[in-house]
Structures are given as structure tokens and as C-alpha cells.
């Protein structure tokens, strides 16, 4: 008989407040609270694995068997209720709220999630957990409920094979099963963190240590309570959740730290002791009793409160968690425990086989429809979209038909140099210089035996690493290169990509003494939010975007960033000064219809070619003071060129007739 234990609900209280509070980022004084709060999930992890095996273990050596068609009831009742409900309450949310590109990814999620594999789709489409633009996708957080439900289509797999050809050796085999998951972990998350976080192979082995101690309680009983034994297991889960930050290697070998105390826990808290009276008390209790719930809801609250709110503070953090606990404990009392046990089976599958068919409707429409991009007709013409997207196009295609004579403008940077590289072309005087034009995006760049070696870190990345690690390592082009344009992110603070400075130390060795020109970055959102994202949630314009921009400040003493180059010589290009001098008044916002930005920093190209062309134009001598009018050609002196090229006698000397 299935004993209920109030301190196992306690500790699951214990992870998701974690996890809610670590989503939240509380900040104090400047301090982000709870850092290593995404440990809560690993601590669900062991819980899950000790509770699901104790049943199919007890199944098992009482039946000889496993009730498969019982044991999937179970687990739909208990998991797709609550989780068809919040999809359904998130969906009007989306469409209202989310770009076409968001509304697709959203779509695409749920998709994944109904079928229980939302880590992998994540992996694939590059998320980056943790990363502040995650916290926009309001089913990030379902990539755990794909691990569980991955476990308990494999584990009842392998008590069977086990007991059917391997005379019942269950503990060698999960022993087996965990160690490999552990050292497969251990490597993998050496080179590709993101895979080790999400793939059910590395997180198998905190489900199955769950289900060793979930072993030792079928075969020999529930352990004694030892009162110090489970102190000590819940010091060190506090103590993870506390002293792990977001640089921690995870999932690895520190991960064993909160899984050792987890077990300590479920294995020896007790009523009568301090931890297991704590644990079992009745708001925390409670709160467990809640917990899958409060973990459904949170993520979407806060994904759709952070794309509405410019500025969230503590009190609208605090605000959120409130209503976090209030949808969930009605979610909880109204759909979750009702559904759970109901007695009325055919009702119950009706009602969840419509739904799932309604939401599968829904998703595909939106897949198939692109997000429904006519949403943002009336913010961003279709016309000016087309001649975007035509624009960007051409970005690898600027390196064609290279000539062997002409003197070389390199312009390289990371996925800012697209737009920058289109935009200048357009300026650059292609009668005296040959343009090369390439992205270190996503390549792992590193200079060794004078050789510049560029790795794409996935394949998708394979256009821009291949022709930037061939163009930069032709030192044909490097002797006859004149001036290096480097257009980065932030360029003196970005920590990604900190070799710059150092490539382009080593590309003007190479050069006849190239000039380095930095160009300084216009203004930018902060990372949650883009431009369209505003005007669409606002319908307005874009001067809304340049409103809200927080960066770059004004008169910023460039010597004291990070990562200022003060033994190389360059000239800085700070483009906001040159246009409008920081006056928000007086700087453009849009070009033929093109916002300056449609996510949080990267310049359109159409709006790009506008800025250089109206600062070439009205900043001439400032310019040829500088040295950049040596390489570019404001618009005024080019259409000179061309309406004198285009006369039938240009640059011809006439003579007399004979």
C-alpha cells in the first residue's frame, strides 16, 4: 500500500520556489538572488525518478509484469489537464503579442511539447538557456517535462528487458544505465553545454538515482530516519541552489553535489525529525501539492510580462509570482486534482483527445501560415520588408568576381558586419577599391602558426566561417589591403568574440599598412525587447524604439571599457555623435518605411545605407580629417560621378575638324 509522505511534497516545494525565484531574478542591491535556483529542476528530477520506479518496481515484483496501458492513463492524467490549460490560456496571449518569427517558434514549441520533445527542438533551434532571450519563449521551461516523459517510456523498457533476459539483475543494470549517462554527461557538456543540458542520455542518471534508492525501499523496506543524514542532504541542496551560478559547469560532475543531497533526503527525513516536520508542514506541503502547476504557469507569465514591461522591477516581479500562485491554485483545485481522479474515464479521454486536436489545429494553422505575418502590415509596409530582406540577401554574394589589382577594404565583424558591410559598399568608391566583406558569426576563431583557423561552432554557420577563414587567410589580399573596417556589437565591451582586436592586429601586419576603423554601434533596446516587438504591442513607429533606447550613453571614455585596444592604432567612428549628437530629436528613425532596428541592436541595411550616406553628406570635414573620405564618397560627389560618367564626350578632349 502507497504510503503518502507530506516531506516529499515539502522538498518539491523547495525546488519550484527556486526555480520560480532564479526565472524571476530578484535583483538586491544589484545582486541577482538565488543564481543556482535552475537546480530545482534536477532536485524534480530524483524525486520523479524515486516515485515512478517505486510503483513500477512494486508492479513488477508483485505481477511479473507492467501494466503499460495503466501506467500511460496515470501519467496522462497527470501531466496533459494542467498543461492543455495553460496552452489554451497562452494562446490568445501569442497571437496578440508575439512577432510572426516569435509566433512560429511559440507554435513550434507546443507542437514539441505535446509530443514530448520540446528539449530537442530547443537544442536544435540554438537556445541557449539562461540566456536573456529565452526568457521571452513562454515554453522554454516544458523541456523538463520532455526529459521525465522520455524516462518513463525507456525505464519500464529496460525493467522488462531485465527481468526477461537478464535473470532480474535490475540494480547492476540501472547501475549500469546511470554510470554511462554520468560519464557521457561528464564529456559531453566539455563541448556542447547546451546538448548536455537538454538530452535525456546526460539526464538520465539523476532520474535513475532516484530510482537506486526507490530499489533498496521495494527490496528491503523504507530506510530508518536519520535525522543528521537528512540535514545534511538538505544543506546541500540549499546550499546548491545558493552558491551555483549561472558559469557553473551543468549539467557535470557539481551536479552530483544537490542529487546526493536529494537522496539524503528521500531516503532518511522522517516525521520526527527536525528536516522531515519542516518539510512536511503544511504550506510547504501544500505548495508541493501545487508545484507542477506553479511550474506550468510561471514561465509564460513572466515570458508575457517581460515583452510588455520595458522596466521590470521587483514589485512587478512580485506582482507576477502572485498571479503565478493564484492561476495555479485554481488551475490545481479546478482542472489538475478533478481530472486526476475522476472516475468518469470516457468523459475524461473526450475531453482531452478534443483538446489536444483543437491545440494541433491551432499550431499547424500558425506553422503553415508563417506566424500570420499580415499582422504587421500597417507597422512595417510589406513593400519596405521585401526591399529588406532583398538587401540582406546580398550579403554573400558581395565577394564575387574579386580583382587581382585593386587595392582591398576588408570589412569583417560578427553578425553586425551584414548590414554594415551591404550598407557601405554602397559608399565605398568601387572605381579605386575592391570590397571583401565577412563574418566571424558563430566561428571559433583562433590565430596560430600565422594562420587564422575558424571553425563553425554548428553547421548552419558554415556560410560565413568557410569564406571569412579563405578570404582572411589570403594573404594576397592582405598585402594590398588599405583600410579594415571592423563593425561589432558593442565593440569594446561585447565578451563574445574577444579576439577582434587581436585579428585585426595581425590582419594589418600582414597589410601595406591598412588604417583600422572602428565604427561605434547606434542606439539599442536591452535584450528582451526588439523594436518590432514595440511597435507591434504599441502600433507605433519606430521612434518609440529610439524613446526607449538605453544605449550607447553619451561621451562614454572609450580607454575604460574592457576591451579598448591601447596598443593599436585606429581611428573610432562614433556614428550617434557624427548624425545627431545623441539628441533623440534630431536622429533618424526609419528609412523608405525601414525601422533603424527590428530586433534590439542590429541595423537594418536600407536604414544603414541612409545614416552613412546623411553623415558622409553633412559631416564631410570631420571625416576627411579623419581619414574615412580617403575610402568612402559622400552621395552628392558620387552622383556627380555618375551624371559626368553617363555624358557622351565625359572625359574626352575634342579636336577641330579637319
Known sequence: MKVYRPEIDGLRAISVIAVILYHAEFTVAGHTLLRGGYIGVDVFFVISGFLISQILLTEIEATGRIDFLKFYARRARRILPALLAVIFATIP???????????LDYANSIGSTLLFGSNFYFYFTATQYGEPNTLLKPFLHTWS??????????????????????????????????????????????????????????????????????????????????????????????????????????????????????????????????????????????????????????????????????????????????????????????????????????????????????????????????GFPHRLDQIYPPLAQANEARLESTFLSLNNNIQAAKPIIFIIGDSHARNWSIALKNHIDTDRYQVVAVSYLNCMVEIKNDIVRAPSRASIYDKYCIPFEKFINDKTLLNRTKAIFLTSLRPFEYTVNPFRFELLSWMKSHSDDARIFVFGNYFQLDELHSCLGLMFQRKSDASICLREATYPPANQPLEQLPFFPSNLAFT???????????????????????????????????????????????????????GLLDFLVPPHARQSERTASSQPNAGRTSSASP
Open 93 to 103: 496571449f501569442a497571437y496578440y503579442l508575439l512577432l510572426p518569427s516569435e509566433l
Open 572 to 626: 573610432y567612428v562614433d556614428i550617434v555623435k557624427l548624425h545627431c549628437d545623441y539628441d533623440k530629436e534630431k536622429c533618424l528613425t526609419s528609412s523608405r518605411g525601414v525601422p533603424f532596428i527590428t530586433d534590439w541592436n542590429h541595423l537594418t541595411a536600407e536604414f544603414l545605407t541612409t545614416l552613412i550616406g546623411d553623415i558622409l553628406e553633412k559631416r564631410t570635414a570631420d571625416l576627411r580629417g579623419d
Open 145 to 370: 517535462l520532455s526529459v521525465e516523459e522520455q524516462f518513463y517510456i525507456g525505464f519500464p523498457l529496460l525493467l522488462l528487458i531485465t527481468r526477461r533476459y537478464l535473470k532480474s539483475r535490475v540494480l547492476p543494470c540501472v547501475s549500469l544505465v546511470a554510470s554511462l549517462s554520468f560519464v557521457l554527461c561528464v564529456v559531453t557538456v566539455r563541448y556542447d553545454q547546451q546538448q548536455a543540458f537538454y538530452s535525456p542520455l546526460t539526464r538520465t542518471w539523476e532520474l535513475l538515482a532516484g530510482t537506486l534508492l526507490a530499489y533498496h525501499q521495494v527490496r528491503r523496506g523504507r530506510i530508518r530516519p536519520r535525522p543528521l543524514l537528512a540535514a545534511a542532504g538538505l544543506v546541500l541542496v540549499v546550499g546548491s541552489l545558493i552558491l551555483f551560478r549561472k558559469d557553473t559547469v551543468h549539467p557535470g560532475v557539481l551536479t552530483v553535489i544537490p542529487v546526493i543531497g536529494t537522496c539524503l533526503v528521500l531516503a532518511f527525513a522522517g516525521h520526527q525529525d527536525a528536516v522531515g516536520r519542516l518539510l512536511a508542514s503544511r504550506p510547504a506541503a501544500l505548495t508541493g501539492l501545487v508545484s507542477y502547476s506553479l511550474y506550468l504557469w510561471h514561465y509564460p507569465i513572466f515570458a508575457f510580462l517581460r515583452l510588455t514591461s520595458l522596466n521590470l522591477n521587483n514589485g512587478d516581479k512580485f506582482l507576477a509570482i502572485a498571479a503565478t500562485v493564484l492561476v495555479a491554485v485554481v488551475n490545481f483545485v479546478i482542472i489538475e486534482k478533478p481530472l486526476r481522479h475522476t472516475r468518469r474515464s470516457r468523459a475524461l479521454w473526450i475531453t482531452l483527445s478534443s483538446s489536444v486536436a483543437t491545440i494541433t489545429a491551432a499550431v499547424v494553422s500558425a506553422i503553415s501560415m508563417a
